[in-house]
Every structure is written in structure tokens, then in C-alpha cells.
């Protein structure tokens, strides 16, 4: 927390917190700023300057939630500034890290060069150690996954577009999900195609002998994943053969409405 009064350095404070949430940082930082500054004499305005304004903005949200206990010290200050002068104002101005504002850039450089050893590093804050967690937990899922027969060998590995097998993540949704969830029935046919539970006729000579398998472009005997999305001339409406990508994965099945739906359910 760095303060200044007519663009002049007053006073900085660097504070190590443990367990913490980003939040409740960030209104710490801004009580400890408020706090101070309305101890100076002759001050009239308080400018707050933060990359985290839905932060600032719980100062002024009357619901019950986490952060009352900074909440109630920050309005009590806030209370006896407005209360010494009818005049007295505040304002909050939003500065996003990536607008690279040269006071910002100093905070974030001091910031990280603070070397002080935590008592308890695996849980330097709330974020880290939900992140670290996650992160523990992702990591013996993809052993699980890769290591055993869980994954199955049906399983197709998707590219992004540096040519690298898509990695699980659980931010946003993941990588996969947000790119066709714009469609029901799109989702439904990514997914056939992924697992390889799709109405192929591989899928049928597995648990449907009896049935029909051979591919209707009567150019294959066994009608298969890797046909349709690669060599069936009944879907080719897109050219474009690098298919194992997951951008072009969603342009062929966005092209070949029919691929990988059931016969008597075209979309």
C-alpha cells in the first residue's frame, strides 16, 4: 500500500498476511489506507487507486457476507472523515494491471521483491492453497486417467492449436466444454465422437453384431470414427484434413450436420 498527497510519496506499508483470501487483501490494503489518511490534517479528498474494484465495491454492499470485520473498520473511519467536514469526498478509480501505470508497476515490483518467509508456506493464502489443492487433485486424476483402464482406448486426444494434447483444467469450464456448449445437439455429437459412443458402425458390430456395420458409402467394411471424420465421402464439406485439432474438430462436425447422429435424427 503505497499513499501519496499531491503526487508526493508519504508512506508505504508491506503487510504478510496468512490464509487470506484476495479479497479480504485487498480491503485490508484499502482500510489501512483510509485509516491513515484520515489521520492527516487538512485532507479533503481520498482518492483510492485499485486493480480489484469489485473488491471496493463490498465496502458499500449492505448484505451479510465475509468481510464485515473490515467493512465496519473501514466505514467508521470513513464516518468521522465525512462527519469533520461537510465537503469531504472519496473516489475510487479502477487501474487494471495491464494498462502498466508506473506507480502500479512500483507496488507490484516491491510487492514480489518482499522476501519475507511465510510460518506456513503451503498456505501463504486462501487462493494458493485452493489452486495448490486443485492442482494436487488434477494431477492424480491424469495419472489415474493415463495409467488405467478408466480412459479406455476409445478415448480421442484432441490438439489445441500449438499441436499439444489438450491438458484437463477446471477454470472456465474447462477447455473443451466452452467451445460447442452453444449447442445442445453439437455437445451431444463432440461428445459421441470423443468417446466413441456414437452411432457408428463400429459401435453397433460391439454391442449390436446382428445389425448393420458396414459404412453406407459402401467404400469400408466396418464404418468407423476415423472414417468419417477422414476418409467418408459422404462427409466432406470440409476440406480441411488436420481433424484431430479441436478447432477443426468443431468446423467439421459444424460443417457435417449429419456426422455422428442417428439415422433417424438428423440435426
Known sequence: MHMHIYNKPITKMIHHVVHVTSTKAELFAIRCGINQTTNFNNISKIIVVTDSIHAARKIFVPSVHLYQVQLAAILSDLRNFFNHYENNSIEFWECPSHLKWHLHNKVDKETKTFNLTPLYPCKTSWDFSKKSESNDILKVWKMTFQASDIKGNQFLDLLNDNNNIIELTYIKGGLWLKVFSHSNSLCARATRAITNHAPTGKYRLRFFPRE?????????????????????????????PKRNSLSHFIMFLETNLSAFTFSDFLV
Open 212 to 240: 448393420e456395420f458396414k459404412c453406407l458409402c459402401g467404400l469400408y467394411p466396418i464404418e468407423s470414427r476415423c472414417h468419417i471424420l477422414y476418409e467418408c465421402g459422404r462427409f466432406n464439406g470440409y476440406w480441411n
